[in-house]
């Protein structure tokens, strides 16, 4: 049974430097979901889609299980699984000699990734393209932006509102690197597929099928292997 915790974490600001959002999506193996989010009114994009990455993973520091943590900031990825190692070598310095910008966030970011070395991977889900955790996280972190106070979800999967299914096989490019990010791919093993109430929702976790479904009166259920499995499923239970 996979025991991975799912992390998605997103970033907003107006202006650029102007008032900023940061919002996060964490997925417990058990069935459980917590959503986090916060502002600045002076900030910028990169610092609040650091701060995301930065308060989910302090909110399961004293989890053992591995992390798996989405972001659609390339920033992000490409400086804490990279540049990060450069600018240490020379002392928080850029290539071109110059001073780290938001040092004091790649430090925490980096004390953070440490702790769970071997045990935290990183994923990169293209922004405004459909994904619901993904979309979620930009509502909270646009909200938080505009001086709001979204209510935050802290329950059980079932009834989050949006499934688990992790984006398709997206790669980042290193910089000046020709050609497109490869196309999106289903997930290698499957997921699992459900019908509640007409609505469809797919998870690539038993435990949070699982806590979805449970319990719910005429749920159907099942694991398919890709797009056609899920249109023969649906089909059969008199979606289609």
């Not at 290539?95 to 071997?118: F, I, M, T, Y």
């Not at 999967?157 to 020709?178: F, I, M, N, R, T």
Request: glycine share 14%; hydrophobic share 35%; proline share 7%.
């Amino acid at each position: 049974m996979d025991n991975t915790i799912f992390i998605y974490s997103d970033g907003a600001c107006s202006g650029n430097p102007g008032p900023g959002g940061w919002a996060a999506v964490i997925f417990f193996p058990e069935g459980r979901v917590l959503e986090l989010g916060g502002g600045e009114r002076h900030t910028t994009n990169n610092r609040m889609e650091m701060d995301g990455a930065i308060a989910a993973l302090a909110a399961v520091r004293d989890r053992p299980e591995p992390v798996k943590l989405y972001t659609d900031s390339g920033l992000l990825i490409n400086g804490i699984k990279g540049w990060i190692h450069g600018w240490k070598k020379k002392g928080w310095l850029t290539a071109a000699g110059k001073p780290v910008v938001n040092q004091d966030l790649w430090e925490h970011l980096d004390a953070l990734a440490s702790a769970r070395r071997g045990r935290l991977s990183w994923g990169h889900v293209k922004g405004h393209a459909g994904h619901e955790v993904n979309e979620r996280c930009d509502v909270i972190a646009v909200a938080f932006s505009k001086g709001a106070r979204p209510k935050l979800y802290e329950g059980p999967a079932v009834g989050c509102g949006y499934s688990l299914l992790e984006p398709g096989d997206e790669h980042l490019h290193k910089p000046g690197e020709p050609g497109k990010p490869s196309k999106p791919k289903p997930p290698k093993h499957g997921y699992y597929l459900s019908l509640i109430h007409g609505q469809v929702f797919r998870d690539h976790t038993w435990p949070v099928c699982q806590a979805r479904v449970h319990g719910v009166a005429g749920a159907r259920f099942k694991k398919v292997a890709g797009p056609a499995d899920e249109e023969a499923a649906l089909k059969l239970w008199g979606a289609r």
